[in-house]
């Protein structure tokens, strides 16, 4: 972690230990990525067999979470009573935002707000478990 946010060498750790707990769970293959504060990419891995719009999903999830100060969880359970909330606000968000479990804000120890990290390739259930293993694993919370 640097003084500004989440570093290269803390987003490696919070991917590598999303995609160990994938293996671990015997998960579809999963893309991460990991996203400043501000929304910039960090960081991003996607394993063997993926699906070819995984990148932008899992940018989208971290960036959605980001953009609305909640994990992408809550922001599905916005979209069943504000639809239409969610979908124009999706349109506002140049990074996207993905209605589905698997973004989970990264906080540093203090509680701020450092990045976001964003999962998928499985049931989002499962994205968000290996997103919030990653944050574990790098000493922060969710």
Do not use: W, Y
């Not at 070819?52 to 992408?72: E, M, N």
């Not at 969880?73 to 935002?97: D, K, Q, V, Y």
């Amino acid at each position: 972690m640097t003084l500004l946010g989440i570093s290269l060498s803390t987003a490696q750790i919070v991917i590598d230990a999303a995609l160990k707990e994938g293996r671990k769970l015997g998960l579809k293959p999963v893309s991460v990525a990991v996203l400043d504060a501000g929304g910039h990419m960090i960081a991003f891995a996607r394993e063997d067999g993926s699906s070819t719009l995984r990148p932008q999903i899992a940018t989208a999830k971290a960036a959605g979470a980001l953009a609305l100060g909640v994990s992408s969880r809550t922001i599905a359970e916005m979209a069943i009573e504000r639809p239409t909330f969610i979908a124009t606000a999706a349109g506002l968000s140049a990074g996207g935002i993905i209605p589905a479990a698997g973004g989970v804000l990264i906080r540093n120890e203090a509680g701020a707000v450092i990045g976001a990290v964003g999962v998928t390739g499985d049931t989002s259930d499962n994205d968000e478990a290996c997103a919030l293993a990653g944050i574990a694993a790098a000493g922060l919370r969710a």
